[in-house]
């Protein structure tokens, strides 16, 4: 398996793209974590609502709005992962400065379109 990736913002309706993300993701050979609004169920991995202390999350990949994240701020931080994908629609640029001052590289790209170019 491969690094480890956290999708907040995850969704049990095929046509979200952080369900496409999930999907793309496995079948890409890597191993997902996922926290949304709704619990759940997806490709037998479990979407949860709380805030989990995972130790091993390499990226984190966001499908929230600027307003929406507010609350997972610290918890991104306190993971320490090696980045943080902003993919369309979430760019928020006072978190990008955050997550750089704490040593997290911060990209705003489409995690889509970085599995599909064998750039993830």
């Given amino acids: 398996m491969r690094n480890k990736t956290l999708i907040i913002g995850a969704s049990l309706k095929p046509e979200r793209y ?5 999907e793309s993701l496995l ?3 890597h191993e997902i974590y996922m926290i949304g609004n709704r619990a759940g169920t997806l490709f037998d991995h479990e979407i949860t609502k709380s805030l989990a202390p995972y130790k091993d999350v390499d990226t984190v990949t966001l499908y929230l709005s600027e307003k929406n994240q507010e609350k997972y701020c ?11 994908i902003f993919n369309p629609g979430t760019e928020n640029s006072d978190f990008v400065k955050r997550l750089e001052g704490n040593g997290i590289a911060a990209d705003e790209a489409c995690t889509l379109v970085l599995l599909a170019t064998d750039q993830y």
Avoid: N, Q, T
């Fill in 74 to 84: 610290d918890y991104i931080v306190s993971l320490k992962p090696r980045r943080v």
């Fill in 27 to 29: 079948a890409h050979g």
């Fill in 18 to 22: 952080s369900y496409k993300a999930a």
